[in-house]
């Protein structure tokens, strides 16, 4: 028997639900994992061992982040709002539904923990597959791979000024709690860090704004099926002075340990309202400025 762990959601659903993967595997030791992220599989590099192997999903986010279907065919596509079935002999998990499912706000994990035990105690009833789910609130809040940026962050530090990074993404699902347009964020920071001593960077291109660096055109940090971008992102995010961000999933990478453990002289800017900052601050830990 093989559990395959298989996410149809986004970057920043496959981000989030990364501390339920990991708990779940280390918490059944004697059962083999298959995993099937649609995108960011490269948040899954340290989980790949001898008895956890990864499969291109059926249906997969390309580069320009709109979903494509590839194989209609295959069992994984016929279970997006299923959160458990069996079939000959496996068992699959929808790692998404594990995360959205009951949850009012879809990046919240505080009560992730007691569903995915009451999902596994009701599958061990109905299947028969006996699955533990050990965990601490710390073990959710997800924990990024470890990639190389030293050569950009040194660059960047090398022009001697404070960094303000602008995370000038959009969201993908369609909401970002945000009414000002990234625009309207970059003439404000521009006006806000009016001097010799900052430097304003975004992640994307954005020609209206063609004197300012950016990490997509500069430093060649191009958007990826995989998501090494957006980890490799919030490491350089890691080491800046101001990181302003909005509710969309390329932005929350920074809602890992590394970033959050920063956070005290990392100072970081959620452009939403009270509700979203409220989560960030009180059940992920990140300190934000105003």
């Given at each position: ?14 981000l ?9 595997i ?22 790949l061992?001898?008895r ?16 494509s ?9 016929q279970?997006h709002h ?36 009451r ?5 061990n ?55 000002q ?11 806000k ?5 900052y ?6 291109q ?27 992102i919030?490491?350089?995010a890691n080491e ?11 932005s ?20 939403a309202?009270k ?6 601050q ?9």
């Open positions: 028997m093989r559990i395959f762990l298989h996410n149809p959601g986004h970057n920043g659903d496959i989030h639900s990364l501390g339920i993967v990991s708990i779940i280390k918490s059944n030791p004697n059962f083999k994992f298959v995993l099937v992220p649609a995108c960011s599989s490269f948040l899954y590099t340290d989980l061992n001898e956890v192997a990864i499969e291109e999903h059926p249906v997969i986010w390309n580069t320009q982040m709109k979903n279907m590839l194989n209609t065919s295959n069992v994984i596509s279970l299923i959160v458990y079935a069996k079939y000959n002999d496996d068992i699959y998990i929808n790692i998404w539904k594990l995360l959205t499912d009951e949850n009012k706000c879809c990046i919240s994990l505080t009560s992730r923990g007691e569903y995915c035990k999902v596994f105690y009701n599958m009833v109905q299947l028969g597959v006996n699955l533990e789910f050990n965990y601490n609130s710390v073990d959710i809040i997800p924990q990024l791979p470890i990639t190389d940026v030293n050569a950009i962050i040194s660059k960047l530090k090398s022009y001697n000024k404070k960094i303000v990074l602008f995370y000038n993404l959009n969201s993908f699902s369609g909401f970002e709690y945000v009414k347009t990234n625009d309207e964020i970059i003439d404000e920071l521009i006006t860090y009016n001097s010799e001593d430097m304003l960077l975004l992640v994307k954005n020609d209206k704004y063609n004197e300012l660096l950016n990490l997509e055109r500069d430093f060649n940090i191009i958007p990826s099926a995989n998501g090494k971008n957006l980890i490799d919030a490491y350089i800046c002075n101001d990181v302003y961000f909005k509710i969309n999933g390329g929350l990478f920074i809602l890992n340990k590394m970033n959050i453990y920063r956070s005290n002289v990392v100072n970081y800017h959620l452009k309202d509700e979203w900052q409220d989560v960030v009180n059940e992920y830990g990140m300190r934000l400025c105003d």
